[in-house]
């Protein structure tokens, strides 16, 4: 592959999935309209949701899912083995997402009422970089197509991608968005990294805080004004904790 005439390498990725929905690949796999363009770049050589091929020379690995037993350990100990990138996709894998909902309960007691006495191998939720190195952190529930490609194309001209560091509330602002807040609802938008173009208050519904903390985000302040609103005290931990994305701060 050529770009400005300079011979790009291209690169083989795989595509892993762990405790999740698969929702992540599902966005890597989604808009056809870039996909010929994007697996003219990379070569796909381990990605279980669209191809039969499993090989294991891959060079990146983009991990989806939390860790949450012994067997998903070993295999991710693996792959950070073969890797020499490791790409942790999704708020399953970078904070432990929807999955670290089961903390709040006795973990036999779960299982015991969801599964009754089928044997099920389910351990505590931990996010990939608990368990191996992790060279980058794409957020997001699920990750957003165009974040992906963006970072693919960084990975192949090796220059380090910059995150987004303010808030959601600054791209909602920059897009003339109405404020949830006034319409009576919660919003983690104030605490939560920008770079989902605040999809979520642009459909008139607060932010859940997917794709973790802002960078001096202030949780304080956040906090006062959710209090002085009215919000309860379960009502503000349910949001707070729902993607265990800001270090169990209630
Ligand atoms: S981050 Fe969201 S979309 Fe991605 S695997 Fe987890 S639950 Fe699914
Ligand atoms: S809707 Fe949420 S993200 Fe948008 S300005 Fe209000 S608090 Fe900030
Ligand atoms: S607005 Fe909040 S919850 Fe919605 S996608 Fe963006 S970071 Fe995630």
Redesign the pocket.
Known sequence: MKYLGITLERPKIGVFSFT?????QLQIANKEETLKDLFGVVEVVNFREISSEGRDDYEIAFV??SITTESESARVKKIRKQAGTLVAI????CLG??NNLKSRFSLPDVVKEVYGTHPIDTGPVRKVKDVVRVDIELP????SKPEFEWLVRHLILGIEPQFLQYSVCVECKQRLNSCVFDMGMMCLGPITRAGCNAVCPRNRLGCWG?RGPAEEANFESLMEILRERGFSEEHIAERMNFFNAFGGIL
Request: net charge negative.
């Open positions: 999740g929905c698969e929702g992540c989806e899912g999704g708020a399953c894998a997402g929807v997001g529930c699920p990750i997917c």
